[in-house]
């Protein structure tokens, strides 16, 4: 085991560490945890008892890692063969207890999860996600594979994730919401299918967008889902006529590549 001398007093004497894995200064391993040949855990992270960690998995700096969570273990996917492929977990985020990250299907393909992140209990990471930084995920929020998270989104508690969805920046997908197209970024959905019901005008003042944009923001929600244009008109249309500015670029981005289509606007008939 690769690790500094002031490390080993902070390994519990049941747990399970590879001799082959990479720990940093001042990690903290707990009772019962099992650590892989190929694990990499970064300074001061903390991994609580019974937490299993395998694979090719990198944790950053700061992390914490709760009781009974298993990050790194093998995709639920019938196409993986055990190939070499990787899970990334960023710095000072929080993953609690019983939730599952696993590695990506595809060699050299990984799953990855950002900086100031939390995924709380029971909630589930699957093959090749990508999630963003600052990203909450509420209890027993479940995403399935490949699906796109990006900075600064909120997940509901039993929220369902389609494999393939993306989720932008500053949304928020409403709790038990089962969610099959995009999420449109600063906007809040909800339902069965989701629906979108409005502006995350919470989200946006938190992230610190300035007064300008979030007028912005606004006028280019109100093409997008109330003007009765299809997609590829309200873009032309939030083009010509709304101010640029970061956020309604990274809007028209993602519109651009909503492969899956968005979640439309709910009517009162729903």
């Not at 080993?8 to 720990?23: M, Q, R, Y």
């Not at 995403?143 to 998270?149: K, S």
């Not at 709790?175 to 197209?181: H, I």
């Not at 409005?198 to 912005?216: D, E, H, K, W, Y």
Request: charge should be neutral.
């Amino acid at each position: 085991m690769n690790t500094e001398t002031e490390t080993v007093s902070k390994i519990h004497a049941t747990a399970i560490v590879s001799p082959k894995a990479h720990i940093g200064k001042d990690v903290e391993i707990g009772p019962f945890a099992v650590i892989g040949d190929n694990v990499t855990i970064g300074d001061r992270t903390v991994i609580g008892p019974h937490a299993v960690i395998h694979g090719w998995t990198t944790i950053g700096e700061d992390s914490h890692i709760f009781q009974f969570a298993s990050v790194g273990e093998i995709p639920q996917d019938l196409k993986f063969k055990g190939e070499k492929s990787y899970t990334y977990i960023g710095d000072r985020t929080s993953i609690r207890e019983f939730a599952t990250i696993h590695r990506a299907t595809g060699e050299g393909e990984e799953t990855r999860i950002g900086n100031d992140c939390l995924l709380m209990a029971y909630t589930h990471v699957a093959h090749n996600c990508v999630v963003g930084n600052n990203v909450i995920m509420s209890n027993a929020a479940m995403i399935a594979g490949h699906v796109v998270v990006e900075d600064r989104a909120v997940v509901g508690g039993m929220a369902g994730v389609h494999q393939f969805v993306k989720i932008g920046r500053n949304a928020m997908v409403g709790g038990a919401s089962k969610l099959v197209q995009d999420v449109v970024p600063y906007t809040i959905v909800d339902g069965r299918p989701a629906k979108a019901v409005g502006l995350n005008t919470v989200g946006i003042s938190r992230a610190g967008i300035s007064p300008a944009s979030r007028r912005s923001i606004k006028q280019a929600y109100r093409i997008l889902y109330r003007s009765g244009l299809s997609l590829a008109q309200a873009i032309a249309v939030i083009e010509q006529e709304v101010d640029s500015c970061d956020e309604v670029d990274h809007i028209l981005r993602f519109l651009r590549n909503a492969e899956r289509g968005i979640c439309r606007v709910r009517h009162e008939a729903d």
